[in-house]
């Protein structure tokens, strides 16, 4: 199976500050296919995950620009130009290239100092 | 608008058995991939289960193999987990999600297994 690594645990920041997550898997995700299947979550605190960006750098429908993903073959990072009240919460990478099973990063608690 | 709604949460012993429902609404139901991801509390976001847009192809994660069955009626527009032999390790949230990318979620329904 996959592991997903991310790192810090815990992310306290500023307000207007950038912040910036990484992901690290055990093994490349780039697919046979060519496309690299690593998604980035936000769970906000007693909320649902919403999906923030697919395949490393792909913004979904309504995510603020602020958001970025980037990277590629192991090491992946989500960056948040400049950190907002709402974007508090527990932060996920998700693996879709090698599976069963689909794993999941074990989560970066954003917080504000 | 996508919106994924699930049912059936609740109290279970040990060793027993509960039925999970998603009703899918908003988007063309049998085009897609649908998955089970389940939180334990205080915990991260595991995986539980997927399933082919015509049900002929289904996945779990080892922890939960020959205990936990996903199905779909396309027909119906619905989801489902049916759980079996139920452990206390698998009181969690469980979120029924569109497709193997999660792009959209429901609100979760909670199952707690304890005597």
């Known amino acids: 199976d996959v592991v997903m690594t991310q790192s810090p645990l815990s992310l306290p920041v500023t307000l207007g500050q950038p912040a910036s997550i990484s992901c690290r898997s055990s093994?490349?995700?780039?697919?046979?296919?060519?496309?690299?299947?690593l998604n980035w979550f936000q769970q906000r605190p007693g909320q649902s995950p919403r999906r923030l960006i697919y395949e490393v750098s792909n913004r979904d429908s309504g995510v603020p620009d602020r958001f970025s993903g980037s990277g590629s073959g192991t090491d992946f990072t989500l960056k948040i130009s400049r950190v907002e009240a709402e974007d508090v919460g527990v932060y996920y990478c998700m693996q879709g290239t090698h599976w069963p099973p689909l794993t999941f990063g074990g989560g970066t608690k954003v917080e504000i100092k | 608008e996508v919106q994924l709604v699930e049912s059936g949460g609740g109290l279970v012993q040990p060793g027993g058995s509960l039925r999970l429902s998603c009703a899918a609404s908003g988007f063309t139901f049998s085009n897609y991939w649908m998955s089970w991801v389940r939180q334990a509390p205080g915990k991260g976001l595991e995986w539980v289960a997927n399933i082919k847009q015509d049900g002929s192809e289904k996945y779990y994660v080892d922890s939960v193999k020959g205990r936990f069955t996903i199905s779909r009626d396309n027909a119906k527009n619905s989801l489902y987990l049916q759980m079996n032999s139920l452990r206390a390790e698998d009181t969690a949230v469980y979120y029924c999600?569109?497709?193997?990318?999660?792009?959209?979620w429901g609100q979760g329904t909670l199952v707690t297994v304890s005597s």
């Open positions: 093994q490349s995700l780039v697919h046979s296919d060519g496309n690299t299947y």
């Open positions: 999600a569109r497709d193997r990318g999660f792009q959209h």
